[in-house]
């Protein structure tokens, strides 16, 4: 097995399955993604990325919606395929319209752009940021 | 010179002022960060990346606090230390507090976590994503 | 041109052949992937990067199988999508079982996560450190 | 506070206490790195990502300094400041001879320079490797 | 909408057609490319980004295929996949050989190799060089 | 020693030394700069590495300071500090104007943007582009 395999809930321990129930009951959803399944294969890993995940993307001082656009904007600028699939798809879910998908594209693309400027020109921090 | 030179107010062409005043105007500070005197070096650039971000940063479907936090997603995980002080401080003015950030933080090191365990095992995307 | 091209060894210099001889030899298979074929367009650089590469991974202060996994480690960080499933295949080759993959994936996906909390919250290196 | 804060050990909570405590005991030492001061500032952050760390870390099917070369290996692909230089000394502590920082770096070299020659020439996946 | 949907000339506004005339004059071809149908989706950003695309890559200080294959040596870099294809058909268009090519990818191998050597050893940056 | 140690001329073996010197006669300088003298810590390193650069620097279909300055806008996106410090140096030395530079980090500053637009809109590949 070079590749990847994953772990239909059907052939599932009962230990990946209690975890598969909690994602979809998180989620409101009657479906696992590719991603859980393929970290199935490693039931602590599925376990322990699952439970941070599940602690993080949690209602807080930030709203959920706001949380998956960071989350997006992170894939984006990594550029993964598979995460901005499936944050795009998450964020919908939670209200993103199209107008604050182009917003969120036009910061991140803007970013990737200041970023690169500011450390070509070798700029130092300003005292007043520190 | 091999680095990097700063364009102060006094010492700019009536161009240059012209742009830092809007800056400085339009952020309702009364200085001009490092950033801008190095990017005033090429004040096609210097005007061009100013009415870029202007535009982009405006209150629009996302709020200038949301816009600034995706800023500093893209600039955390791109590990620009400029950027990252700069953006910190420009959320810090907009409201962000310290439980923002920490949920923030969260979130982009989770989302540069899963990237990887996404890209890594090779997963595929699911139908329903398409 | 715009896209790739791929040297087959039948329509292949006696330089180029000369090489996929050395990488079959030196890897014990029977057949060229698609990396050094694409590469065998400029013999110049097919030469020097594997010269390179059977320099730095033959077995030294590292056993091949540790390397190997480093080689995958970074693919993967890259998000390089052909790389992650060559050196998958090729740390599978030199030994790795599945428990070591999902240690090795583990990681990665920490080391990209704490990675960006250094950098996010500006932690400056401990003087124990330098 | 636009920047960093260190939590100190004497200023600390008992909750973030017990993880210094913990953090000490386990890496066997008798002070606590500035990342880990850093993110006391939010103590479930600290919790989650100490508890991550300290069961990803854990001997396994890989040796611990295998696990320290690939975090190390990953912050230097990424170019983390702060993180090559914990994880260069902690590696050491482990074990890491000079030879084998050596390999190691030749290794993430050529590492990032191939991925790059894969995406540039858009080199498909050889069926072989799926 | 999870995914992209791309605007077509015959369906756009007259905005927007107005942008693709300029994009097929100013190139010299008789199509659009999916990237800019792309980002028609919301007409603000495809006018600035066409706008600062449009003034960057004019002829200058540097000649446009030296611009090209700088575009492209960036991409390579990042791994982007469609900017790869792209801009690869971009710089053939305005003369790059086989053998600039070669050379081009040779540079950016290398370059991402010693990024990190550099970084990985700690390098401090000579006076010289300040 | 977990940081860097650098290898002084005076210090250095037959084989560093007539290396240095290789160095310093094909870039016309009486002096080495500290990325050599790290990597001459391991002398196959130092070989390997200043063998490919020679050889991929040379002139040939690109100029040199075309390569050069490929060489930056690499080290810029990764921003690499020291690279960048002793790129820009170098492209200097060769011949690299201020206005040169400035239209560099303008498209460096542009590729990047456009990458993430291109990744984040999850843009097709164009047939025509194949």
């Not at 993307?57 to 901005?84: D, F, R």
């Not at 182009?102 to 752009?113: Q, R, S």
């Amino acid at each position: 097995m070079a590749g990847p395999r994953l772990i239909e809930y059907k052939e599932a321990s009962a230990e990946v399955r209690a975890i598969f129930d909690d994602i979809m009951a998180t989620r409101q959803t009657d479906w696992i993604n590719n991603f859980w399944k393929a970290l199935a294969r490693d039931p602590l890993s599925l376990k322990r990325t699952w439970e941070s995940i599940k602690q993080i993307m949690a209602p807080g001082a930030l709203a959920p919606l706001v949380k998956e656009m960071i989350y997006l904007a992170v894939s984006v600028t990594n550029q993964c395929g598979y995460c901005i699939a499936s944050h795009t798809a998450a964020a919908r879910k939670k209200g993103m319209t199209d107008a604050m998908l182009a917003e969120l594209m036009a910061v991140v693309g803007m970013a990737n752009e200041t970023n690169r400027l500011a450390a070509g020109y070798q700029v130092e921090v300003d005292d007043q940021f520190k």
